[in-house]
């Protein structure tokens, strides 16, 4: 895909603006943007999670191909960068920002599950993916990104990312793809796993 073909819709450049001019250089990228974007629409009157909002790049992107009836959650860690998305998606009344720990929002989590889940934090890509799991709805779209090398990783990361991706694509209740293309994305269906009867 042409980076210069893809309209970047307006809550995600007002996002970017604020991300470069505070430097924050862990933002979506227009690829992975675009793929957001429809894989959201893929969701008429969807649950979304994202998880690690940011300052609000990518859930600009989502929001774009939400339809009227969708709703957005987003998580945020860092004080800051909360209330910067937050300022961001004042104007869009299906979004939702959330200062918190997401591992603690999950784990006490007891509303209806997602249809689509934007994991993009280290810890809930890597080590605490069964908190997700557990919140996805029959036929829900998890979808993280970051796994292919890059400039700001340490050596100790590079395992990690080796490690889930073999492990992603054994998840029993998953049907996974790797899509070895912008950063580095997997994108999987939720189907649990046919038990055999007693």
């Given at each position: 895909?042409?980076?210069?073909?893809?309209?970047v819709?307006?809550l995600?450049?007002?996002?970017?603006?604020?991300?470069?001019?505070?430097?924050?250089?862990?933002?979506?990228?227009?690829?992975?943007?675009?793929l957001?974007?429809?894989?959201?629409a893929?969701?008429?009157?969807?649950?979304?999670?994202?998880?690690?909002?940011?300052?609000?790049?990518?859930?600009?992107?989502?929001?774009?191909?939400?339809?009227?009836?969708?709703?957005?959650?987003?998580?945020?860690?860092?004080?800051?960068?909360?209330?910067?998305?937050?300022?961001?998606?004042?104007?869009?009344?299906?979004?939702?920002?959330?200062?918190?720990?997401?591992?603690?929002?999950?784990?006490?989590?007891?509303g209806?599950?997602?249809?689509?889940?934007?994991?993009?934090t280290t810890?809930?890509?890597?080590?605490?993916?069964?908190?997700?799991?557990?919140?996805?709805?029959?036929?829900?779209?998890?979808?993280?990104?970051?796994?292919?090398?890059q400039?700001?990783?340490?050596?100790?990361h590079?395992?990690?990312?080796?490690?889930?991706?073999?492990?992603?694509?054994?998840?029993?209740?998953?049907?996974?793809?790797?899509?070895?293309?912008?950063?580095?994305?997997?994108?999987?269906?939720?189907?649990?796993?046919?038990?055999?009867?007693?």
């Open positions: 895909m042409t980076e210069h073909l893809i309209e819709p307006p995600s450049a007002k996002a970017q603006a604020i991300a470069d001019k505070g430097r924050w250089g862990l933002s979506s990228d227009r690829q992975t943007g675009a957001l974007r429809t894989l959201a893929s969701k008429p009157g969807g649950r979304i999670l994202e998880i690690g909002a940011g300052v609000g790049v990518g859930s600009g992107w989502l929001l774009a191909g939400m339809d009227s009836a969708a709703r957005l959650t987003t998580l945020e860690l860092f004080p800051g960068l909360a209330k910067a998305c937050a300022s961001v998606l004042a104007a869009d009344g299906r979004a939702e920002v959330v200062h918190t720990d997401a591992v603690d929002w999950l784990t006490a989590y007891a209806p599950p997602f249809d689509l889940v934007f994991v993009d810890i809930l890509k890597f080590e605490r993916r069964d908190l997700v799991f557990a919140h996805l709805a029959d036929g829900a779209l998890f979808v993280a990104d970051d796994l292919l090398p400039e700001k990783w340490t050596e100790a590079y395992p990690r990312v080796e490690r889930f991706r073999e492990e992603i694509m054994a998840e029993p209740d998953l049907v996974p793809t790797l899509v070895d293309w912008a950063s580095g994305l997997v994108i999987a269906s939720h189907r649990k796993s046919e038990r055999p009867g007693p």
